[in-house]
């Protein structure tokens, strides 16, 4: 995922992800920003396995669709067309939010403490796997292969709440992620 992401503040036709665009998404919707104070030398303290978890979600999220991005495609092409739906800066974080809340519900993470360290965990394989296909789900979702100029388009440019509160209405939810009929 590295090669799409830029470290500028502006996104490319090469690199269609920006450092702001991954904070405000899923950095903020699933690493645990406070300060922890367990001791660095102890197993309570996670921080790695976190950092390893979050990897593991973003390739993910590169291997199930965003790894056939081709700038040189243009918007003709349906897959291009896709990816820069699902990629567009409040498109992103608006479905972050959807796919956190989905992770937590396929990790059975109840508590609000635990939900705010989705990641600040030990996830054996059969947890690994239902993260990867709650983001394979969210590349299944059949709005983002919508003809062009199609309502979506439109509302991407929206505010990330309006994009969140359309995506809810057009099927795209949580349970949805969760394997839930549209």
Not at 2 to 8: D, G, M, R
Not at 22 to 33: P, V
Not at 56 to 64: N, Q
Not at 85 to 106: D, I, Q
Request: glycine share 6%; net charge neutral.
């Amino acid at each position: 995922m590295k090669t799409l992401v830029t470290a500028t503040n502006r996104s490319t036709d090469e690199k269609p992800i920006t450092i702001d665009m991954l904070q405000k998404s899923l950095f903020a919707s699933f690493l645990y920003r406070e300060p922890v104070t367990h001791d660095l030398t102890t197993d309570a303290y996670k921080r790695e396995v976190e950092i390893k978890n979050m990897v593991r979600l973003l390739g993910f999220i590169f291997d199930h669709g965003l790894s056939s991005w081709d700038a040189k495609a243009g918007t003709n092409n349906g897959s291009q067309l896709r990816l820069a739906r699902m990629f567009r800066s409040k498109s992103m974080m608006a479905w972050a939010g959807l796919l956190h809340g989905a992770v937590c519900g396929k990790l059975e993470l109840n508590d609000a403490e635990d939900r705010e360290r989705t990641f600040y965990r030990e996830l054996d394989d059969q947890e690994i796997q239902r993260v990867a296909n709650v983001v394979k789900a969210l590349y299944s979702w059949k709005r983002w292969n919508s003809p062009p100029n199609d309502e979506i388009d439109r509302v991407l440019s929206d505010n990330k709440s309006e994009v969140k509160d359309w995506f809810r209405n057009h099927g795209l939810t949580t349970g949805y992620l969760m394997g839930a009929p549209e």
